[in-house]
């Protein structure tokens, strides 16, 4: 678990590192976006079931296309439920969802945590920006995870948007357009 953990921090460097000198390169392929969650959902696997995470999942019977970069996709997953579980506070239930709307597929990542005061999420895809959290317990990380999901959901012509109630938690969702 802590191997994995250091490994997807390195990561979220070394890409936010390419970012910043424009180097970094999508390999885009045609991806079923749910095989790419359930990839990442087994990477995080032994961490969910350490820490007592209840996941709930919700895919359709059918698979969802999108033309993506399945590793950097993979990350923005690994991104998303890591940062769910380390704002999660009491709760420990975790949903996440894949779907389509129209041309769009929808992916969503949602927690009953802490959730994020209004005036923070503007900042959140800033680098290095983190969410003051008072007197609470310190979490750990680099800050750089939120901005390199909307790097690479921006290089894949998508969107994210966040919803989040202090006290209640919070859901991002991904929109992608369907391959």
Known sequence: ???????????NVLDFARIEKGTQRFN??????????GTSLDALSHAITADGFRLETDFPSEPVEVDGDPDALEQVVLNLVSNAMKYSGE???IRVSV???????????ADDGIGIAPEDVPHLFEPYYRVRRGTGPKISGTGLGLSIVKHTVDAHDGTVSVESTPGEGTSITISLPLA
């Open 28 to 37: 885009m392929t045609h991806v079923d976006l749910q095989s790419v969650v």
């Open 91 to 93: 709760s420990r239930d």
């Open 99 to 109: 779907r389509r709307n129209g041309t769009r597929a929808l992916l969503a990542v």
């Open 1 to 11: 678990s802590e191997s994995g953990r250091l490994t997807r921090l390195l990561n």
